[in-house]
């Protein structure tokens, strides 16, 4: 609670502050762990050398797709589990997590060993770039197992409560590649092999310290069971972590349409393919240095923006949103700045080149990154819509600048206007993404408090009639429409005991701080895109914060008295209890339009469409946290068609099997 009165009260400037500092160091070493080689190599080698690099650079970042899928799957199970008290499911995931990691480390580097020439050629490799990408790519190949199991370790470290010692093996291990790459490259001579063997070598440090906090977890308890693979379990880390293996492959695809088109309209120009291979690689990386400085501030600002939205605190969402929004925008005119006046001094740093060479990298630096002030604002939308559970625009906005504007502009442009063609997609990308981000941003802030609910008309608590003296809890899934609520109103009054549906909201909201009407509008739903929408830090998404939450209370209740719980996953929460009755209430589609016509107002024409989408939700939502399919009789004690029964001889049969229990 302490936190949550911090993120409610505290000014918004000095949050921020406090939150985003860790995040910006974080994005910042990864970063730099991707550029710091190819400043040595350029001075020590020369702009071939760093061409090279950028050939085998997406090998990496495949290798980096997986890691993350499979240690910020692993750490959202943990947090799920442990949030449901499920330690030994817990300490499964974590281990699944681990295993499949070597897995895919193991068979990965051998395809890569064995395939190298051929994915090189794959992602543009030039016969002038060729020796030098074969001999760094070996290298680092031979060092991938090291870097996925590190670096899926060090996301459950994390989420284990360690986020210091995750991040200082991390740090470790970008300081000692910084160290390593000027003796390896200047003393030694090694060349582009001294800058792999520095990478490889920093990566196995970083790999060792993570291994040795196995045996230090705080949450979960070590044991050679957990890393046996459950496929149940490993599918669901896989799907709890595809959002972070979908973005980086969408990365790994723009560098492969970037580099063969380079090559192919550079061997057309005065500059050949080499050099714009080179440039345009190193102009991304730089890019990436403000981009990961923006995402910081706006990953550190996070639960800021998704507890106030929760709390119906408009005010400081705005607030905050506002002071994100421009801190943003003023670093990315800051690095406009210096993009436009001195790309010729920045190019330096990675090493000298031709006249040609200086002549590409400042026409670069201007024209592709022409709009870089853009990402001010395209950046932190994507990331506002993530916090507040808005998985839809938050999807399309991480995903529409790389795979739907990028790639496309650059094959129509290079088409019209060659190699420079290549170059104008960047602001053209940028262009259409912010527009696209202002408008879902100016939308969403101006609807902010203004959505409504409707509840359905249910019977008071009335007659006892049939009282019990037993314990029982008595749970009720329903098809939206069947009357399944209905049902469950008369049972507990018929019974004589407590009815719980909307009661979980109020209660939800004394505990969280979260306003009724946000909980109403994001409990019990899940989006197909929801599997895209998990943070770049937090393991858990709104959604799943609210199950947990509810799950407890759910427990809490079920101990505490006789009740009838309608939804929120009740049966499987109670799964192990003796004194639990499990309900599905279904009907024909006919009678359930009926329903939502006469008692939500909803016209005919969309009433199919609207109990379509909510059955879908909560299936989507039943199926992620459960892991079983919501509609699947072996999950309930009865299934009860209420138009065969109608609801009053539906409740009547619920009571008599309660008494004859």
Known sequence: MEKENILETEKIGKLIRRFSIPCIISMLVNSLYNIVDQIFIGQGVGYLGNGATNIVFPLTMVALAFALMLGDGASAYLSLKLGEKKKDEATKGVGNGIALSCIIAIVFTAITLIFLPQLLNVFGCTDALR?????????????????????????????????????????????????????????????????????IFSQFVTFVLNISYIRKFKSIDINKEMFKIKFNVARKVVTLGVSSFITQMSFVFVMAVENNLLGKYGAESKFGPEIPITVLGIVMKVSQILNSIIIGITVGSQPIFGYNYGARKFDRVKETLKIVLRTSVLISTIAFILFQTIPDKLISIFGDGDALYMEYACLTFRTYLLLCICNGIQIPAGIFFQAIGKSIKSAILSLSRQIAFLIPAMIILSSIFGLMGVLYAGPVADGIAFVLAVILLALEVKHLGKVTYKSEALPDDTSTDQKIDKHIVITISREYGSGGRYIGRLVANKLGIKFYDKEFIGKLSEQTGLSEEYIESNEQKRDTLDSLNSGYYSSLSNADELFIKEAELVKEIANKESCVIIGRCADFTLSTRKDVLKVFIYSNMENKIKRVTEIYGINKTNAEKEIKK????????????????????????????????????????????????
Request: glycine letters at 6%.
């Open 131 to 199: 020796d030098y990408a074969t001999n760094y790519g070996k290298i680092i190949a031979i060092g991938l197992p090291f870097m996925i199991i590190g670096t899926t370790l060090n996301s459950i470290i994390r989420a284990d409560g360690s986020p210091k010692f995750s991040m200082t093996s991390m740090v470790t291990g970008a300081v000692l590649n910084i160290i390593l790459d000027p003796i390896l490259i200047f003393v030694f001579k090694m060349g582009v092999e001294g800058a792999a063997i520095a990478t």
């Open 614 to 661: 909510i059955n879908k939700l909560r299936a989507n939502h039943y199926k992620h946290y459960t892991e079983r399919d919501w509609n699947n009789s072996e999950n309930y004690d009865i299934c009860i068609n209420s138009d065969y029964l109608g609801v009053e001889k539906a409740a009547d049969l619920i009571c008599e099997i309660v008494k004859e229990q």
